[in-house]
């Protein structure tokens, strides 16, 4: 709430007071959510041992039919069975067990959710039953899409996306993380095309006579269901093997040149993370399939990984971009997730956090420790952030389990097993890793049982870091104060832990560098908010390392001497100590410190280092620091080209920048993300956009189209109306989705900048009203997340977000129609409290004016 002034004037008092008061009340009212239910593990009244898909694939039609054939043991005497089954056709239930060979109909009942079968009698406990289901799905909410592999063209791809619960949508099954079977695939589609699914390929049969082809896949060892796969389309096949397993990529037609370049480390990831568990790679094959508008980065699919169209990587994007992060995370996942599944959603971070981690062992292993560093340095500000700061990993009250996709379990779990790593140190860490893999291989896990493998192996109570980091939120905030006594020959270091929660306990190392090599070292076991240390030193310090390994998860701020930071800036061994000073430094924005920014922008020997220096400059603000940004434009390295160019961003209608960046985009960069930066940050600097050279930049092709998708974006910040119409041009289904998110956005910032009218929004409203209905996620996600963002113009939406944030298939959607709705109905309240303010404060202005007059009439002689 902004302050208001109280006048000395007497007369002015009481509008003033009183218009505090209301206000105060006004944002004072009490806000109210529901609860969360409380999410626990369900009973099993079956073992399902096994599941076949016998089914075809109809592009025409866009229907999957057939029969799915489940194999169970009962757990005690059943006359029922309900199966998680979504809008699914089902024209026949049939059960067989091994004493009745004749299978016997059997009624059902279907519901929104789910299929009930009843059976005539008792089926007996630990007894072999096989339940055949003939049903038929037409174009699925959710699971499973019928899509194309180009914008124009008519279906001509099918692919799945199961987790975390939407395979349902396309087969009957129990549809939780707690239950595992076997599965077989056997798919009959049209000849050309292929059929891939997880497991190994037991027979690929053409059928001249119907023009068809059959594929006949099986997975012998268990998997739970979310992890079931099918992709059907036509794709370039590229085939190698690692230890005579099958290693397949399956890329569009004419990708095939971008193979090596994208997958080449595949092969060696397998073979090193097998060395790094002690585990082999556990499954008949590895295939990776990159899809067209696929709903995810990438899904970890048993033995098949269903990755994003923009995964595959040409020679120019080459230079700056790779992704081998997201191949190691889903490869990474044939573990940790696969062959052993988090038991519940709860415990999601057992799956996310360690394929994280699994990021970061690799950057370590190929590129070194300062990779690996700043792998850690940009995870922790997100491991620190949002849902994290309220929630624990171990989280049993959710809405939703996609509610756990979030922070907490991808860069925080990563970073609760890095602390884990340094706590019991390589060997044991890796020793105690690898025999939770093998106790819950083919099974799921707790974290419990996680902790309990390291407490049995190393002799360790670890039940106070398991409370501290997955059952409760937050991190360690700490300020640290040095000082040298020189009297004394002591350094005294102060340690406080200053956030609001309890104390946290947590090993810290403090590394004192003196002259000539002394050395004084502090390696204490943190548990109290506050204390005092002392180190004898005979030289005043030269160098101050706070957590010098990286080990903590945790905000840390400083105080010492320039020096002290000066020194750390120039010769501190670790990244993340040099980015640190440099952020610091650029705090004081003296010409000095700078100077000495300037120089560590171009001769820090890490360009993470130098990208950090760059968003610093950028932060501060100064004519110096714009100056320094300026003449780095050009700068070796790619990506510290690419922050320099968004740290200008800061300097709106800088003159000096605007020239700077007309004459860069006009030169051009190798990097298509330098182009594209530049773009974005002339547009943003200028706070204006020339329509027709905006224009000229959509036809430049690139990776993932970041060009163009710039060009989209910097159309917001045009104010000639033919902007608008061509962003509403490419928020059409003939547009690739990632441009026609970007024009979404563009039209968001267009209302923005324009301050279009109310009235003048509802065309656009209506427009992205429409795609609320598409049937792909990423288009409901994106209109979903712009009318969100126009706010009170989006109103006439409310309902339809409403709903679909209460059902809709895609849980991802959910969330994002969820906080539209919040954004619009804030902006409408502050519409109204404005509203009701204009009335109050009209009101207290008539009041004021009666007592005026009464005031003047007192005043009379």
Same mark, same amino acid.
């Given at each position: ?69 489940? &194999? ?6 059943? =006359?029922?069975?309900?199966?998680? #089954?979504? #809008? ?62 180009? *914008? ?11 987790? @975390?619960?939407?395979?349902?949508? +396309? ?12 599965? *077989? ?95 082999? &790679? @556990?499954?008949?094959? &590895? ?188 991190? @360690? ?20 832990? =200053? ?65 002290? +930071? ?5 010769? #501190? @061994? ?15 924005? =003296? ?80 990097? %298509? ?18 329509? &027709? ?42 547009? %690739? ?33 429409? %795609? ?77 004016? *009666? ?11």
């Amino acid at each position: 709430m902004a302050r208001i002034e109280i006048m000395k004037n007497p007369r002015s008092y009481s509008l003033a007071f009183l218009l505090m008061n209301a206000i105060s009340v006004l944002y004072s009212l009490p806000l109210t959510a529901a609860e969360t239910p409380l999410r626990t593990v369900a009973d099993r009244k079956v073992d399902i041992e096994h599941i076949k898909l016998d089914l075809s694939v109809s592009f025409e039609e866009e229907t999957v039919s057939g029969t799915a054939t489940l &194999y169970f043991q009962p757990f005690d005497e059943i =006359t029922q069975l309900t199966l998680d #089954a979504v #809008a699914l056709d089902v024209r026949a239930a049939r059960l067989v067990s091994a004493k009745e060979e004749e299978p016997e109909d059997l009624k059902f009942d279907l519901t929104e959710s789910s299929l009930t079968v009843t059976f005539p009698k008792k089926l007996a406990r630990q007894t072999d039953y096989q339940l055949a289901i003939d049903y038929s799905v037409h174009k699925p909410k959710a699971g499973l899409y019928f899509t194309a592999q180009t *914008e124009a063209a008519a279906s001509n791809l099918v692919w799945t996306q199961g987790e @975390p619960e939407t395979n349902r949508y +396309w087969f009957p099954c129990f549809d939780h993380p707690h239950e595992r079977q076997s599965t *077989e695939v056997i798919v009959t589609t049209k000849a050309g095309f292929s059929v891939l699914s997880n497991g190994r390929l037991v027979s690929r049969t053409d059928l001249p006579e119907t023009e068809q082809v059959k594929y006949h896949w099986k997975q012998d060892a268990s998997h739970v269901s979310y992890l079931v796969t099918l992709v059907v389309g036509q794709f370039e096949v590229v085939d190698e093997t690692w230890n005579d397993i099958p290693v397949q990529y399956y890329i569009p037609p004419n990708r095939a040149e971008d193979v090596a370049r994208t997958f080449g480390n595949t092969k060696e990831m397998i073979a090193f993370f097998s060395e790094r568990f002690g585990i082999d &790679y @556990p499954w008949e094959k &590895y295939a990776q399939v990159v899809l067209y508008n696929f709903s995810s980065g990438g899904m970890e699919n048993t033995s098949a990984t269903s990755l994003h169209d923009g995964t595959l990587i040409d020679e120019r994007a080459s230079l700056d971009t790779s992704s081998d992060w997201l191949i190691a995370h889903e490869l990474g996942h044939q573990w940790w997730g696969d062959l052993v599944t988090c038991k519940s959603w709860s415990h999601l971070w057992l799956n996310e956090g360690f394929a994280s981690y699994c990021e970061v062992l690799w950057d370590e292993h190929r590129n070194g420790t300062d990779e690996r560093d700043y792998h850690l340095f940009r995870e922790s500000s997100s491991a620190r952030s949002s849902s994290a700061l309220s929630k624990p990993i171990v989280d049993r009250h959710y809405e939703h389990p996609t509610g756990m996709f979030d922070v907490r379990v991808y860069p925080k779990g990563a970073w609760v097993l890095h602390m884990l790593r340094r706590r019991v140190g390589d060997e044991d860490f890796f020793r105690c890793i690898n025999r939770y893999g093998i106790e819950y291989s083919f099974n799921t896990a707790e974290t419990d049982d996680l902790r309990k493998v390291f407490e049995r192996l190393l002799g360790l109570s670890l039940e106070r870091f398991f409370y501290d980091w997955t059952e409760r939120p937050g991190h @360690p905030e700490l300020k640290v104060k040095t000082s040298y006594e020189e009297a004394k020959k002591k350094v005294r270091v102060e340690i406080e832990q =200053t956030q609001k929660w309890d104390p946290f306990h947590f090993p810290l190392k403090i590394e004192v560098w003196g002259k000539e090599d002394q050395t004084a070292v502090l390696e204490e076991f943190v548990t109290e908010k506050k204390g005092v240390y002392f180190l004898d030193l005979p030289t005043a310090p030269q160098l101050v390392r706070i957590d010098p390994e990286f080990s903590l998860l945790a905000k840390i701020e400083e105080e010492k001497s320039r020096s002290l +930071w000066v020194k750390q800036l120039e010769e #501190a @061994p670790s990244i993340v100590e040099r980015i640190r000073a440099a952020d610091h430094l650029a705090k004081s924005t =003296t010409t000095e410190d700078l100077k000495l920014l300037q120089k560590a922008l171009q001769d820090d020997a890490f360009y993470g280092v130098q990208i950090e220096i760059a968003q610093a400059l950028g932060n501060a603000k100064t004519k110096e620091a714009r100056n320094i940004l300026i003449e780095s434009l050009e700068h070796s390295h790619p990506k510290t080209r690419r922050a320099v160019v968004d740290a200008l961003r800061q300097f709106e209608k800088d003159d000096v920048v605007i020239a700077a960046l007309e004459k860069k985009l006009e030169t051009g960069d190798d990097s %298509y993300n330098v182009v594209a930066a530049t773009i974005s940050a002339l547009a943003s600097v200028r706070q204006n956009a020339p329509l &027709y050279k905006t224009i000229e930049l959509l036809d430049r092709d690139s990776h993932r189209d970041v060009v163009r998708r710039a060009a989209l974006e910097s159309l917001g910040y045009c104010h000639d109306p033919r902007a608008l119409d061509l962003l509403l041009q490419w928020t059409g289904p003939d547009k %690739y989705h990632a441009c026609r998110q970007a024009a979404m956005e563009g039209i968001v910032r267009y209302i923005s900048e324009n301050k279009t009218p109310l009235g003048q929004q509802k065309q656009i409203v209506t427009r992205l009203a429409e %795609y609320l209905n598409s049937p792909a996620p990423l288009t409901r996600r994106s209109a979903s997340s712009a009318l969100g963002k126009i706010g009170e113009g989006a109103r006439s939406t409310l309902d339809k977000l409403r709903q679909m944030a209460n059902d809709d298939p895609d849980g991802w959607t959910r969330v994002r129609s969820s906080s539209a709705v919040q954004q619009i109905e804030a902006a409408n309240n502050s519409r109204d409290e404005i509203k009701t303010l204009r009335d109050d404060i009209e009101k207290l202005r008539q009041q004021q004016n *009666e007592l005026d007059n009464k005031f003047e009439g007192l005043e009379k002689p």
